[in-house]
């Protein structure tokens, strides 16, 4: 089974170079993935060759290794969802502002190497390749539109925003122009040139949404909302579970009343007398503040550092290797989440958390320790940066290319309930920050299938029962539950509309993780062992929630 994975991940790699460098594997850092509906075909047909060849293998009968098995039921998992996408015509329509080929085709230049003069030829001949790549993301839009496969305008609007930033048209510096600014000398003229090429093709992909694409998917009247079926579709790719949708929906409201509770006592802790609201804005103006781009990328570098020394030892067990993670600050122009980028096969590349500034200067702090726990350490960090590690036992298929959002997300949002358990919390303001993470993911379960499933709201609850989900209820509940940065959780609200149950998969991940780890400690009683269940968990590689639930509690 791990031949046949490694083999698929070599084979995917060479037809999707952008997936390969987001993975680690730089062998095709000079190209960029061909987006046209050909090139898709392309990719599914060797999707589907090796499920057959799986389905072969399996028929066999042949002995396996614990390995092979987890190798095998997330490869046939990881397939089978991404061929449902691909079959309904998922990439036909991939206009989100986050994730989809507008971003990843400019994104993919700002993570390379560029250290050598050859790291310098890759990066030139990628660049070169940045028209041509926009270029197929536009013939595959237009082919959508040929059949009535649109996303909705909403996601149009915001992306056609991005691309117009990125080209500069706002009056900021080009994208592709501040990254060659740092190159050597010598290469200059040549990457200039190249830069003014690929702003082009950003402006041209932007006319294309703004006149075309935009247009027709409004007079085609597409919803935000996608439905139940396509829904589900969406569950399947990101969260690897056959979703129960009244469940999930149950869930969110549980965890949202739980947390609700807890953050009133928190709030009190505060500022006597305070709302939750009152709370973060009373943390926002007189709270801990950091001032300046720089000093807040040093304090987010430090907080992922001490967080190493204290738990290496104690609840993991980190090798070397894992001990280089970096903070930095995304590029301007993007979503507003902060992100991780996991370091490459090698680890010449070192795992990078990304803050994104939006322009400001200054940093209350209470909500971004929590946040930094999630994407650095113990959260991201330690997951992806480990399957790394563990590549030569598992496959590359599972250290990288067979990552499943939901147990990704799960790990990173469970290393933040950890952190609250091991007392990093104890300051009022920080755990404030923590309760507000943690109900905004319980309000991403509720509006996230609300919206697109248009539920109808209990008709228990405070906040317009009985009525059905819409967008605008979705934001109302949004700005009065989940925080008090405006910016962002306008940028959630427009992601959870365009990737359709990504956003759930934090909470459905963790409510997973947790499970796994009380049954592992009902069965082995007085012998569990902290450090070792994690230890062990982060080393098999993923799997889909579905197979990790099982898998958890036999550790």
Same mark, same amino acid.
């Given at each position: 089974m791990r031949v046949l994975a490694d083999r698929y991940t070599v084979e995917l790699f060479a037809l999707d170079p952008i997936l390969a460098t987001f993975n680690g594997n730089a062998d095709h850092d000079d190209r960029l993935t061909d987006f046209s509906p050909v090139a898709g075909a392309e990719r599914a047909g060797l999707r589907r060759r090796t499920l057959r060849e799986l389905d072969t293998l399996t028929q066999r009968g042949e002995p396996l290794d614990a390995f092979d098995v987890l190798a095998g039921r997330l490869l046939r998992e990881r397939l089978e969802a991404e061929l449902a996408f691909h079959d309904h015509g998922e990439e036909l329509r991939a206009v989100s502002h986050m994730g989809s080929p507008a971003q990843i085709i400019k994104a993919v230049l700002g993570i390379q190497a560029t250290t050598t003069d050859d790291d310098w030829e890759a990066f030139a001949g990628r660049l070169a &390749?940045?028209? &041509?790549?926009?270029?197929?993301? =536009?013939?595959?839009?237009?082919?959508?539109?040929?059949? %009535?496969?649109? !996303?909705?305008?909403?996601?149009? !609007?915001?992306?056609?925003?991005?691309?117009?930033?990125?080209?500069?048209?706002?009056? %900021?510096?080009?994208?592709? *122009?501040?990254?060659?600014?740092?190159?050597?000398?010598?290469?200059?003229?040549?990457?200039?040139?190249?830069?003014?090429? @690929?702003?082009? @093709?950003?402006?041209?992909?932007?006319?294309?949404?703004?006149?075309?694409?935009?247009?027709?998917?409004?007079?085609?009247?597409? =919803?935000? *909302?996608?439905?139940?079926?396509?829904?589900?579709?969406?569950?399947?790719?990101? +969260?690897?579970?056959?979703?129960?949708?009244?469940?999930?929906? &149950?869930?969110?409201? %549980?965890?949202?009343?739980?947390?609700?509770? %807890? $953050?009133?006592?928190? *709030?009190?802790?505060?500022?006597?007398? @305070?709302?939750?609201?009152?709370? $973060?804005?009373?943390?926002? =103006?007189?709270?801990?503040?950091? +001032?300046?781009?720089? @000093?807040?990328?040093?304090?987010?570098?430090?907080?992922?550092?001490?967080? $190493?020394?204290a738990l290496d030892g104690t609840c993991v067990d980190l090798d070397p290797l894992l001990r280089r993670v970096e903070s930095r600050l995304a590029p301007p122009g993007g979503a507003s989440a902060a992100y991780y980028t996991p370091p490459s096969d090698d680890f010449s590349r070192p795992g990078c958390t990304w803050f994104p500034t939006q322009g400001r200067d200054r940093f209350p702090t209470w909500e971004h320790v929590s946040t930094w726990y999630h994407e650095g350490v113990p959260g991201h960090h330690l997951q992806l940066a480990q399957w790394r590690l563990m590549a030569s036992e598992l496959s590359r298929y599972q250290a990288s290319l067979g990552e499943v959002s939901a147990n990704v997300e799960g790990w990173a949002l469970y290393a933040e309930r950890l952190m609250d358990e091991l007392g990093f919390f104890g300051d009022p303001g920080r755990r404030m920050g923590f309760l507000v993470g943690q109900q905004l993911r319980a309000v991403r379960v509720i509006i996230d299938i609300g919206m697109h499933c248009e539920l109808v709201i209990p008709p228990g609850q405070r906040f317009h029962p009985g009525e059905r989900w819409t967008p605008e209820l979705g934001r109302e509940f949004l700005f009065a539950h989940a925080g008090s940065d405006q910016q962002a959780l306008e940028s959630e609200l427009v992601r959870y509309l365009g990737e359709p149950a990504q956003a759930i998969g934090y909470k459905l991940g963790e409510r997973v993780w947790l499970a796994g780890r009380e049954e592992a400690r009902r069965r082995r009683g007085a012998s569990f062992d902290l450090k070792a269940w994690h230890m062990a968990a982060l080393s098999q590689g993923c799997l889909g929630l579905d197979d990790l639930a099982e898998e958890l509690a036999r550790l």
């Open positions: &390749a940045v028209p &041509a790549a926009y270029a197929s993301y =536009r013939e595959s839009l237009a082919y959508g539109m040929m059949q %009535e496969l649109y !996303a909705a305008p909403r996601q149009v !609007a915001v992306v056609a925003e991005q691309l117009g930033s990125w080209a500069g048209l706002d009056g %900021e510096i080009p994208y592709f *122009a501040a990254l060659v600014s740092q190159a050597p000398e010598r290469w200059q003229r040549q990457l200039r040139r190249l830069a003014d090429q @690929a702003g082009d @093709a950003l402006a041209a992909t932007q006319r294309f949404l703004l006149d075309q694409y935009g247009p027709a998917a409004e007079d085609a009247g597409t =919803r935000d *909302a996608v439905g139940v079926e396509r829904y589900l579709h969406h569950a399947r790719y990101w +969260n690897g579970i056959d979703l129960d949708l009244d469940d999930a929906y &149950a869930y969110g409201w %549980e965890e949202f009343s739980r947390i609700d509770a %807890e $953050m009133a006592q928190e *709030a009190e802790r505060v500022l006597a007398g @305070a709302s939750p609201l009152e709370a $973060m804005h009373h943390l926002d =103006r007189y709270g801990h503040v950091i +001032n300046g781009q720089g @000093a807040m990328r040093r304090w987010l570098q430090d907080l992922m550092d001490e967080a $190493m020394d």
